[in-house]
RNA sequence: GGUGAGGUAGCUCAGUUGGUUAGAGCAUCGGAUUCAUAACCCGAAGGUCGGGAGUUCAAAUCUCCUCCUCACUACCA
């Protein structure tokens, strides 16, 4: 840490509580910080490690009614079960708030109205969604109806979940509200937005100050500020009723963005903790200020919430925001919707007492620079290989030989040799060298580190062979065993920032108090004479069937997703409806591909009426050539639309499986006359 | 399509400002050993550094082109 910081505040991104955590949190961010600040408390500096539930937003409200309870149950029942998880997972979080409670409605309130006392924000009439029978403006999470892209009937205002497009509520064919099944209506509305574009060159030079970032993180921040038009304005205010209150005349109805509530979530959290001093870790310039995220939050942390902070004046900002990239599970995102991904609390239950080894596995193989993948063989080979054969039998060997030839009493050393010399002299640089990259938030590089200690142990050993020399020389074998226990002990100290349990039962066994990081610079932690205890083992080897267990576990979860899934039918409609749509069939004349995009074709169709330009998004899954004289089915009544500067007109039926795959609908009866009626 | 990040031994990753036979861990094979959870220790094998071209006495490292993966973003009436 620069001499010039007194103090760090760490904090981890605020999981979102409409869902349990799984191993892809805990790799992204949770761990990494959680070994930051493990080892910062060992060196006795000032940190704090704040943490939270992020309890606001759209997608609670519908998990909510979806449950058919409230909004506050959901956000209880996950804040409970999320806290628990990483309490098991020993995440070492001084306090683990929530966004729901009274501390942080004021601050984020208070916030929101220093901003806007400050003419910070421009307000912005829009159109949006509103629900005349529910009576209330719908966030995109509200509004179901066809994806444009895929077909979908049931994608969100916002995103859809078939084929993974990030949409706008308007966007959507056949909007319906969920809340009362009708069709929505375009209203206006008042909301409040942060005028990112003129603060572009505020955060530009803030930017610049911090090039020392990971690679990725400020990568993307220069993409956002290089790209086409620069940053954009962003709406701060929502219209919705669960969250906290636009604290303005004329907001009635209006909630704070959520990601502009949570990350003052972080602040709020601080008052609770340090209701005296919390100002002296955001507004003092000597606190260092780190966050932990994934790559998903990298424009909310380097961006948006710096520019709230400087446009509010009194804070710091933030100093560095390593974030991670993503972990895949068994070659396939992780994704929760689809089940694919190991749960935190079931992992406790079916590996009880083994955080470490997750700890352990998810660390060595963190997504520090690249995407990384989790496998279940990995996590064997790591445990038995790694674990248990290199860490494991050091202290295993040393303490059974201890206990063997001294009754478990530590010998005093007698004559050091040189390479007694050489191996003490090591020993004290480990703390140094781990230290080193773990300030680098190289925590995989740190790790791996920690573990030569333990090969450096298992080397000594091999190479001064004591339980040969016992019979010869029982003196030497005196200074080598203490070399041994110093080297045991050291290790319980370094490696409690990665495996704080595995350090405790160390401590334990070495019957040591939990001695501090500078402690593991000496030589001499174990005196002569002390008394250890019973050894016992650290970690077990996990046999195939454990792992086969987990790996069926998945493969059912597997069978579920490809199971193919019916849409449920779409509300009634009338036949009068239904024939407003001129519907023909016919025949494609021409195809190729729209320059510049990936999914549409340009094509000219015979409809029997007339020839004309349809765009279409199939190119996916035909190629142009294949397609000339297929016969198919063509709204033709549908109102032109200009697509990449084309117009098109018309729009071909195509029927989408549960892949997402497109087929072609048309008359099966070969030469049948183009311009016949669908009805 | 645009932007960003990656593509290095079977697997997971290091490779500083271009410089001697490209490194580590795990897995594999051989040897040695028995204190230890058949673990440890020693050794070997394994890579035309995604592909192509260029700059240079010298390129994994710089430039250009190209392919693949991931993220954000655009097009589907």
Redesign the pocket.
């Known amino acids: 840490m620069p001499a010039t910081y007194k103090r760090t505040l760490v904090t981890s991104a605020l999981p979102y509580a409409n869902g349990p955590v799984h191993i892809g949190h805990l790799a992204g961010c949770y761990l990494p910080s959680d070994i930051f600040v493990r080892y910062k408390r060992s060196k006795g500096e000032d940190v704090i490690f704040i943490c939270g539930s992020d309890e606001h937003g759209v997608p609670i409200t519908i998990k909510a009614k979806k449950e058919g309870v409230s909004p506050q149950d959901v956000v209880d029942k996950y804040h409970k079960m999320m806290g628990d998880a990483f309490k098991g997972f020993g995440i070492s979080f001084d306090i683990y708030s929530r966004t729901s409670n009274k501390v942080h409605h004021e601050t984020a309130s208070d916030f929101f109205k220093t901003l806007y006392d400050k003419h910070v924000f421009t307000e912005e009439i829009t159109e949006q969604y509103y629900d005349t029978e529910a009576k209330q403006f719908l966030a995109d999470r509200y509004i179901t109806g066809t994806c444009?892209?895929?077909s979908n009937p049931n994608a969100y205002g916002d995103q859809c979940e078939k084929?993974?497009?990030?949409l706008?509520a308007t966007?959507l064919?056949n909007p319906q509200s969920t809340l009362s099944g009708s069709k929505p209506v375009l209203k206006e509305t008042k909301n409040w937005f942060l005028p990112l574009d003129k603060l572009q060159p505020k955060i530009q030079s803030y930017l610049d100050q911090h090039k020392d970032w990971k690679?990725?993180v400020y990568?993307?921040c220069?993409?956002w500020l290089?790209?086409?038009e620069g940053l954009q304005p962003r709406a701060m205010t929502r219209d919705l009723n669960w969250g906290v209150p636009v604290p303005v005349k004329g907001a009635e109805g209006k909630v704070l963005y959520v990601w502009f509530d949570a990350p003052i979530g972080y602040i709020s959290a601080t008052k609770e903790l340090k209701p005296d001093t919390w100002e002296l870790y955001w507004k003092d310039k000597s606190t260092r200020l780190i966050h932990f995220i994934g790559?998903?939050n990298i424009?909310f942390h380097c961006i948006i919430f710096p520019s709230m902070l400087m446009e509010h004046g009194d804070y710091i900002l933030p100093d560095n925001v390593p974030a991670n990239?993503?972990l895949n599970l068994e070659g396939d995102?992780i994704s929760t919707s689809r089940n694919w991904a190991v749960w935190l609390h079931e992992y406790l239950i079916d590996f009880k007492d083994k955080q470490d080894v997750l700890r352990y596995t998810l660390c060595?193989?963190a997504?520090?620079?690249?995407?990384?993948?989790f496998t279940w063989a990995?996590f064997q080979?790591?445990n038995?290989?790694?674990l248990?054969?290199?860490l494991?039998?050091?202290?295993?060997?040393t303490l059974?030989?201890t206990h063997?030839y001294y009754n478990g009493s530590v010998p005093a050393p007698e004559t050091y040799t040189k390479e007694d010399l050489l191996i003490l002299e090591q020993l004290a640089s480990f703390p140094d060298k781990i230290a080193s990259a773990i300030e680098q938030f190289k925590f995989?590089?740190a790790l791996?580190e920690m573990?030569n200690l333990a090969?450096l142990g298992?080397?000594y050993?091999?190479?001064t062979?004591?339980?040969?020399l016992i019979k010869s020389d029982e003196i030497r074998v005196k200074t080598i065993m203490n070399i041994a226990l110093q080297i045991t002990c050291n290790l319980a100290v370094v490696c409690e920032p990665f495996l704080p349990f595995t350090s405790q039962k160390l401590f334990g066994m070495l019957n040591m108090p939990l001695l501090k990081w500078h402690s593991a610079k000496q030589t001499s932690n174990m005196a002569a004479g002390h008394q250890i205890n019973k050894e016992e083992?650290?970690?077990?080897?996990i046999e195939d069937p454990e792992i086969q267990l987990q790996i069926d576990k998945l493969a059912q979860s597997k069978s579920v997703n490809t199971a193919t899934v019916i849409p449920p039918s779409k509300p009634e409609t009338s036949f009068d409806e239904f024939s407003k749509m001129d519907i023909r069939t016919g025949t494609i004349l021409e195809a190729e591909r729209?320059p510049?995009?990936?999914?549409?074709l340009k094509l000219k169709i015979d409809t029997g009426i007339d020839t004309r330009t349809?765009?279409?998004?199939?190119a996916e899954w035909y190629k142009p050539e294949e397609i000339i004289g297929q016969q198919v089915s063509i709204?033709v009544n549908?109102?032109?639309?200009k697509?990449?500067g084309i117009e098109?007109?018309?729009?071909?039926l195509m029927a989408a499986n549960s892949q997402g795959e497109l087929s072609f609908v048309s008359a099966t009866k070969p030469a049948f006359n183009n311009g016949s009626e669908v009805k």
């Open positions: 444009p892209k895929c084929c993974g497009s990030t706008s966007d064919i690679t990725n990568g993307q220069k993409s290089d790209s086409g790559k998903d424009v990239e993503f995102k060595s193989n997504p520090e620079t690249k995407d990384n993948d990995d080979t790591k038995n290989s790694e248990v054969a290199i494991g039998n050091f202290v295993n060997r059974v030989l063997k995989r590089e791996a573990m090969r298992n080397k050993l091999a190479e062979e004591p339980w040969k083992l650290l970690f077990a080897k729209v510049k995009t990936d999914k549409l349809v765009v279409s998004g199939i709204l549908l109102a032109p639309r697509i990449k098109s007109r018309g729009m071909i």
